[in-house]
């Protein structure tokens, strides 16, 4: 009797965790597709659904975006509530469904450019796709900067400053977490003669941030 019972629980464990998987495939899908175009233009609400149906019928990965060129869909992870894609080949698109302390979902959206050093945007929205002001301060370049490295020079660092006042960042969204990673991109603009002195003073560690009593927090 009790072996019976332990299957029994061990069997509606299951039936609910692959419902809440099944919701969660069916928001994430749903969330991505009813997107305002505004906030991933080079893809249409029907281009979106497209992409999503060939993807989970295993027809495919990719359409053809509004200029002819190929998007890819890189992630639908249904379980974590993440979409990853390769709108054009210079530009991609991450949405995340995060969740506040109360619970409440945001969708968090990365918008990033490589054109052609990569930088990043990220928007806050509700489920119905109004603007949330739950701030991220975008890391400026400067933060990548080992200070003891550069004491460690004969280079002065307010010269140092001004090579990095252009800061290219780009970000992602870890998956599972929510975290956001931030990392820097910034050499890649500079000249040959200024990247051979600044690349060695520069931490290559991507910045990690994280959503804690709703704030977003940089973790070590």
Excluded at 108 to 122: E, M, Y
Aim: hydrophobic letters at 40%; glycine letters at 2%; proline letters at 4%.
């Amino acid at each position: 009797m009790k072996e019976q019972k332990k299957r029994n629980r061990w069997f509606v464990l299951c039936g609910v965790m692959l419902c809440n998987q099944f919701i969660a495939a069916q928001n994430i899908e749903k969330l991505y597709v009813a997107m305002p175009d505004v906030l991933n233009p080079t893809l249409s609400k029907q281009n979106r659904l497209e992409l999503v149906e060939y993807y989970k019928s295993g027809h495919g990965d990719s359409i053809a975006n509004r200029f002819g060129k190929s998007a890819h869909l890189l992630t639908l992870d249904s379980l974590n509530s993440f979409v990853q894609v390769k709108n054009t080949s210079s530009s991609s698109f991450a949405m995340k469904v995060l969740r506040l302390d109360d619970n409440k979902p945001v969708l968090g959206v990365i918008r990033t450019v490589c054109a052609p050093v990569c930088q990043s945007v990220i928007e806050f929205y509700d489920t119905t796709w109004k603007p949330m002001p739950l701030q991220f301060i975008l890391p400026k370049a400067i933060e990548w900067v080992n200070k003891t490295k550069v004491d460690s020079t004969d280079l002065d660092m307010h010269w140092v400053e001004s090579v990095l006042r252009n800061s290219f960042v780009s970000l992602s969204f870890d998956s599972v977490t929510g975290a956001i990673i931030a990392k820097n991109n910034s050499t890649d603009f500079m000249s040959d003669e200024d990247r051979k002195l600044i690349a060695p003073l520069l931490d290559d560690k991507a910045i990690r941030f994280e959503l804690q009593n709703n704030r977003w927090q940089r973790k070590p």
